[in-house]
């Protein structure tokens, strides 16, 4: 089991995404990795354990996604193309998780309609067993047609969809999470795509600006390669970094040759990155059979699991 409370196993690999079909027909190995301790935790820190997991418009069962997220301890799930409101919530439920996502208001006798893109139901998913302080959702692509939309920020470019909450722990930390989906179309290396990413990083960046003092943490499908993977220049990823933000799947396995991490076909584009306020302990990508997934049998993209530590504000 992956367990992080005293010592964890992982499992690994990273990157390079050269097609938008993510689905393989290979399947990917699973290496044994040393293990990692805990020995830095004191009274005065708290580990945490994040998920982030593309489950391609719901395709996994309920029961099979409960068993993986219980596998693994995560204590923030990021959920990506979770299209079905009845599951999301079925989910947390069998978790006894708190869930948000967006057009779903839990204390609203009428909650607003969804994000839907072109017909589909568009929810980024946060589940978590830590409080819920506020939550926000972004979107912005049918702000023109819905002007009285709450969720739908014109000078925010999130076109499909992004959920924030601000989350403490049982230490009364607090800390945001930002669970995104940035544009899909085009491949990573097409320019003008590239450029509609890195528009919506930056109106993501622009609407946590009031949170900046708090410890941050974005999980998801970002559609894009690693300037860390492969000596380009890869936009988006060049930018967290310059916003202060670690990828910490590549800050854990450093050699890209050794650890690719693939979670998508040829590529890595679901990421984990942090600020400074965490330490970086293990990563790991849920290939077939780690924690109960089903690898790419289940969804197009495999699941990233990754633990922080976040100081304690106490003295």
């Not at 069962?61 to 301890?73: E, F, H, P, T, Y």
Request: charge should be positive.
């Amino acid at each position: 089991m992956f367990n992080f409370n005293s010592r964890l196993s992982f499992i690994l690999g990273i990157l390079l995404l050269t097609s938008l079909s993510c689905r393989q027909t290979n399947s990917i190995s699973i290496e044994a990795v040393k293990d990692l301790s805990l020995e830095t935790e004191t009274a005065k820190e708290e580990s945490i354990k994040f998920l982030t997991y593309n489950i391609h418009m719901w395709e996994p069962k309920v029961d099979d996604l409960v068993k993986v997220i219980r596998n693994s301890g995560a204590d923030v799930i990021g959920l990506q193309e979770a299209w079905t409101e009845s599951k999301n919530l079925e989910l947390a439920k069998k978790l006894g998780y708190n869930v948000v996502f967006g057009g779903y208001q839990a204390k609203s006798k009428k909650p607003r309609r969804a994000h839907w893109i072109h017909g589909y139901h568009m929810p980024q998913v946060l589940l978590t067993r830590h409080k819920i302080i506020e939550s926000k959702h972004f979107n912005a692509m049918e702000a023109k047609k819905d002007k009285n939309n709450p969720d739908l920020h014109k000078d925010v470019p999130i076109y499909r969809g992004g959920t924030l909450a601000v989350l403490e722990t049982k230490n009364k930390n607090r800390f945001v999470t930002f669970v995104l989906h940035l544009h899909p179309w085009g491949g990573p290396d097409n320019e003008r795509m590239v450029k509609m990413r890195l528009a919506e990083m930056k109106g993501i960046q622009s609407a946590l600006k009031e949170y900046a003092k708090l410890p941050i943490v974005l999980l998801g499908d970002f559609n894009t390669l690693s300037h860390r993977d492969k000596k380009t220049g890869y936009q988006v990823t060049t930018y967290l970094e310059k916003q202060g933000y670690k990828d910490l799947y590549r800050t854990v396995h450093a050699d890209p040759k050794k650890k690719p991490g693939l979670t998508c076909g040829d590529g890595r584009i679901d990421f984990i990155f942090y600020t400074e306020h965490f330490k970086a302990i293990g990563s790991q990508v849920l290939t077939e059979g780690v924690l109960g997934s089903k690898g790419f049998k289940e969804s197009d993209h495999l699941g990233v699991l990754g633990a922080l530590v976040l100081k304690s504000k106490k003295s």
